[in-house]
C-alpha cells in the first residue's frame, strides 16, 4: 500500500477483555515495528519482526501481550486480559532492510481501557 | 547502549519567533539521524534526515545538521508558524542494526 495502515483507528475495551491491533505495512518493506505511546511520553519500543520472524520481543511488557506478522506482511499484536494501564497509541512502523533508512509510521491505534 | 536526549518541553514561542531544539546522542558505531513530527491526533512522519557526519538534513524551512564532534543534532527554524505546533521527536538507528531509539520528544507551542 501507500502508507502503513493500522486498524482500528480507535478502539474502547472493557477491562479484562482480549484486543487485536493491526498492521498492514509498506509493501515491500520486510522490517516492522511496535512502539505504544503512552500520555505525554516518548515511544516505547515492543517488538520487531524482520520478515515473520521476531528477533527482538524484549520491549513486550508481560506475557498478556503477543505478536505475529504472517506472509512478511500483516502483523497483529494481541493484548489478552486488558488493564488500565494499558490505555494508550499503539503505533506500527516499516522499514526497508537495509538499515539507516527512515522508518514509516502508521496513524497509530488509540486504545483505551476503561 | 545506544541512546537520544532532547530538551524537555513544552517550548512555546511567538509566530516567526526562531526554534531551536537540541538534541544529542550516544551511539556506537556511525549512526544515521532523524527528526520525526507527531502533529495532534496522527502519527510520525519524517522530517528529515542525515546519514553521515556533516550532512544537513532539510525539509518545511527546518534544518539540523549532524555534528559528530558534538554527537549532536539540533533542529532549526528561522520563523515558525502556528501550524508547525506539533510534537518533534529525534532518532537515530546505527548500521547493522534494527531498533530506532527515539528521545522523548519535545512539544512545540506556537502563538499567533
Known amino acids: 500500500g501507500a502508507g502503513v495502515s493500522q486498524s482500528p483507528s480507535n478502539k474502547v475495551t472493557e477491562k479484562g477483555k482480549d484486543v487485536e491491533l493491526r498492521c498492514d505495512p509498506i509493501?515491500?518493506?520486510?522490517?516492522l515495528y511496535w512502539y505504544r505511546q503512552s500520555l505525554g511520553q516518548g515511544l516505547e519500543f515492543l517488538i520487531y519482526?524482520?520478515?515473520?520472524?521476531?528477533?527482538?520481543k524484549s520491549g513486550l511488557p508481560s506475557d498478556r501481550f503477543s505478536a505475529e506478522r504472517t506472509g512478511g506482511s500483516v502483523s497483529t499484536l494481541t493484548i489478552q486480559r486488558t488493564q488500565q494501564e494499558d490505555s494508550a497509541v499503539y503505533l506500527c512502523?516499516?522499514?526497508?532492510?537495509?538499515?539507516?533508512?527512515?522508518?514509516?509510521f502508521g496513524q497509530g491505534t488509540r486504545l483505551t481501557v476503561v | 547502549g545506544n541512546s537520544v536526549t532532547q530538551m524537555e518541553g513544552p517550548v512555546t514561542l511567538s509566530e516567526e519567533a526562531f526554534l531551536t531544539i537540541n538534541c544529542t546522542y550516544t551511539?556506537?558505531?556511525?549512526?544515521?539521524l532523524f527528526w520525526y513530527v507527531q502533529y495532534p491526533g496522527e502519527g510520525l512522519q519524517l522530517l528529515l534526515k542525515?546519514?553521515?557526519?556533516?550532512d544537513k538534513g532539510s525539509n518545511k524551512g527546518f534544518e539540523a545538521t549532524y555534528r559528530k564532534e558534538t554527537t549532536s543534532f539540533h533542529l532549526e527554524k528561522g520563523s515558525v508558524q502556528v501550524s508547525d505546533s506539533a510534537v518533534y521527536f529525534c532518532?537515530?538507528?546505527?548500521?547493522?542494526?534494527?531498533?530506532?531509539?527515539f528521545g522523548t520528544g519535545t512539544r512545540l507551542k506556537v502563538l499567533a
Open positions: 532518532a537515530l538507528i546505527t548500521s547493522g542494526t534494527y531498533k530506532y531509539i
Open positions: 512502523a516499516s522499514s526497508e532492510p537495509t538499515g539507516n533508512t527512515e522508518a514509516f
Open positions: 551511539a556506537t558505531g556511525y549512526p544515521s
Open positions: 509493501s515491500g518493506h520486510t522490517a
Open positions: 519482526f524482520q520478515g515473520n520472524s521476531a528477533p527482538d
Open positions: 542525515a546519514t553521515k557526519a556533516d
